[in-house]
């Protein structure tokens, strides 16, 4: 991973020699690497809403068949086939971002040696800016950071930044998932499993990756309402 590593902080280091700020450039660089992953999300969505589509013929089949599994099966690839559906499209973004999340954890717990060419004394000087509420984006945000309550366990609680990302997971993944989600029981389990969890890794991750994770759902979501309107017109 340390090739990753380096690559994602020589980017993120040239950012914030550009923008002077720490939290900006964590900011700019989520938007960048978003951006550049836009095809994919536009093909995800396509995806998406051709699953969309067929969802009462699936509903239908899933009747039909609910007491023979493996025809059920194969009536479901004859039905995708046909709409000429591939039902794992939509996991290539999140597995291509996968690298990206893992590799900027890398890079957010070491930006002494990957964003700042080994400068301890930049790297302090980066991470002390703080963020609003957060005195060092190197930290995990915690409720102790905007209220100190004198108690540890409750001082310990997941902060505002982890609340937000893990609201924003389930905003985006709900908008994502559109109809699909009435009619998977898997996949309504997994909106509700994954905040969550965001949440509770919100508690050791650091304050810069929780910004990261937030941008991010915020720009996914910003993508959930604009490609559809281009796709219609494109073909229109």
């Known amino acids: 991973m340390d090739f990753i590593y380096q690559g994602l902080g020589a980017l993120l280091g040239g950012v914030y020699g550009f923008v002077g700020s720490y939290w900006l450039a964590i900011v700019i660089f989520t938007i960048i690497v978003k951006v550049v992953l836009v095809p994919l999300s536009f ?3 396509k995806s998406t809403q051709a699953m ?3 969802q009462p013929k699936l509903k239908q089949l899933q009747e039909k068949y609910k007491d023979d599994k493996e025809t059920l099966n194969i009536k479901m690839m004859e039905l995708y086939k046909e709409h000429n559906i591939n039902p794992l499209a939509g996991c290539l973004p999140l ?3 996968m690298p990206v999340l893992f590799g900027l954890f890398g890079v957010l717990r070491n930006p002494a040696k990957y964003v700042f060419d080994g400068s301890e004394a930049l790297a302090t000087e980066a991470l002390n ?3 609003m509420w957060v005195s060092n984006l190197s930290v995990p945000d915690s409720l102790g950071a905007l209220i100190d309550t004198g108690v ?4 310990g609680l997941p902060g505002l930044l982890p609340i937000l990302a893990a609201l924003t997971t389930y905003l985006s993944m709900v908008l994502t998932s559109g109809k699909q989600q009435q009619a998977n029981q898997q996949m309504q389990t997994m909106q509700m499993m994954m905040p969550l969890m965001i949440l509770w890794f919100g508690t050791s991750m ?3 990756l929780m910004i990261y994770w937030v941008v991010s759902n915020v720009f996914q979501m ?3 309402y604009l490609i559809p309107k281009l796709a219609n017109k494109e073909a229109a």
């Open 152 to 155: 540890p366990f409750i001082n």
């Open 129 to 131: 800016q703080g963020f």
């Open 95 to 97: 597995l291509i971002q």
């Open 43 to 45: 093909k995800q969505l």
């Open 206 to 208: 650091s304050a810069g």
């Open 52 to 54: 969309n589509d067929v």
């Open 222 to 224: 910003g993508q959930q």
